[in-house]
């Protein structure tokens, strides 16, 4: 059993995260446009007929500006939990909106997706494990402390997008606001390189094929900086850094030795309100 992931945009610009397998695949996210995110994928040679489903991490605009048009046009169902829904404020009229628990197994297709609560400024925030078989990826951003849910899950992983979204010393010395480099170190902001690092370092498995360095600031952060402060640390893992700007190459995630259980659950529709729509943290 395989999975094929990549990044379509990682960033406070917009995120979007593909994971599939050879049938069936969910986005995490829909952070770009329905133009940008038909073209990446156009790039890659994936197709929008694999995609079943789009599950929202939290209302932040960065990961949910797209879903309106995407899911209407292609009749996606959205798994948003009923916190997130009513604070984000968007067109949610004419989709199907299903809600999510923490822990809840969701089947789609051969694909389980299973959600965990985070810490995070928003209202409801998750990441989530989508697996196929034994195969598991994680998408962990926007994170403020790397808790025991996330140290839980990320040993199990495969693969995993990670965020280290800034640098210590680029925040401490640049030029955002006191109060902004107080949230985003606060607990409920994002994880720094080196809360990223030493997650990587003391609880990677030895089975982690890739690690895909996710929501890099663009203020407080430089790629080639994170490359190699993984790079020195990767032991047999590849790393990766997301762009701001474009999707990375599809990366095939496998483990030998895959036993497979399906797990069928029922989901209950929630229904869409709207509210002001919720800025992103950079
Ligand atoms: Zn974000
Ligand atoms: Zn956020």
């Given at each position: 059993?395989?999975?094929?992931?990549t990044?379509?945009n990682?960033?406070s610009?917009?995120n979007?995260?593909y994971v599939?397998?050879?049938?069936?695949?969910?986005?995490?996210?829909?952070?770009i446009?329905c133009?940008?995110?038909e073209?990446?994928?156009k790039r890659?040679?994936?197709?929008?007929?694999?995609?079943?489903?789009i599950?929202?991490?939290?209302?932040h605009?960065?990961?949910?500006?797209?879903?309106?048009?995407?899911?209407?046009?292609?009749?996606l169902?959205?798994?948003?939990?009923?916190a997130t829904?009513?604070?984000?404020?968007l067109?949610?009229?004419?989709?199907?909106?299903?809600?999510?628990q923490a822990e809840?197994?969701i089947?789609i297709?051969?694909l389980?997706?299973?959600?965990?609560?985070?810490?995070?400024?928003?209202?409801?925030?998750h990441?989530?494990?989508?697996?196929?078989?034994d195969v598991k990826?994680?998408?962990?951003?926007?994170?403020?402390v790397p808790?025991?849910?996330?140290?839980h899950h990320?040993?199990?992983?495969?693969?995993a997008?990670l965020?280290a979204?800034?640098d210590d010393?680029?925040?401490?010395q640049g030029n955002?606001p006191?109060?902004?480099?107080r949230?985003?170190?606060?607990?409920?902001?994002?994880l720094s390189n080196k809360?990223a690092?030493e997650?990587?370092?003391a609880?990677?498995?030895?089975?982690?094929?890739?690690?895909l360095?996710?929501h890099?600031s663009?203020?407080?952060?430089?790629?080639?900086?994170?490359?190699?402060?993984?790079?020195a640390?990767?032991?047999?893992?590849?790393?990766v850094?997301?762009?701001?700007?474009?999707?990375t190459?599809?990366?095939?995630i496998?483990h030998t030795?895959?036993?497979y259980?399906s797990?069928?659950?029922?989901?209950?529709?929630?229904?869409?309100?709207?509210?002001?729509l919720?800025?992103?943290?950079?």
């Amino acid at each position: 059993m395989q999975l094929f992931i990549t990044s379509l945009n990682s960033g406070s610009n917009g995120n979007c995260y593909y994971v599939g397998n050879d049938r069936e695949a969910i986005l995490v996210d829909a952070g770009i446009s329905c133009r940008e995110t038909e073209k990446r994928m156009k790039r890659l040679g994936l197709s929008m007929g694999k995609v079943k489903a789009i599950f929202i991490s939290h209302e932040h605009s960065d990961h949910i500006r797209g879903i309106a048009v995407l899911a209407k046009k292609y009749q996606l169902p959205v798994f948003i939990t009923p916190a997130t829904l009513r604070n984000a404020g968007l067109g949610f009229t004419g989709l199907q909106v299903i809600s999510f628990q923490a822990e809840e197994v969701i089947s789609i297709g051969k694909l389980t997706v299973t959600a965990f609560a985070k810490q995070h400024d928003a209202a409801d925030p998750h990441s989530f494990v989508v697996a196929c078989g034994d195969v598991k990826v994680g998408v962990f951003t926007d994170i403020g402390v790397p808790c025991a849910n996330l140290i839980h899950h990320f040993q199990q992983c495969h693969a995993a997008f990670l965020e280290a979204n800034y640098d210590d010393d680029m925040l401490d010395q640049g030029n955002y606001p006191f109060y902004l480099k107080r949230r985003i170190r606060g607990g409920k902001g994002h994880l720094s390189n080196k809360q990223a690092l030493e997650l990587f370092t003391a609880c990677k498995p030895s089975f982690m094929s890739h690690v895909l360095l996710a929501h890099l600031s663009k203020n407080n952060n430089c790629p080639k900086l994170v490359q190699e402060l993984f790079d020195a640390h990767a032991g047999g893992t590849e790393v990766v850094v997301a762009s701001r700007f474009e999707e990375t190459p599809v990366y095939t995630i496998s483990h030998t030795g895959y036993r497979y259980e399906s797990i069928s659950i029922n989901h209950k529709p929630v229904v869409a309100t709207s509210a002001p729509l919720q800025l992103s943290l950079f």
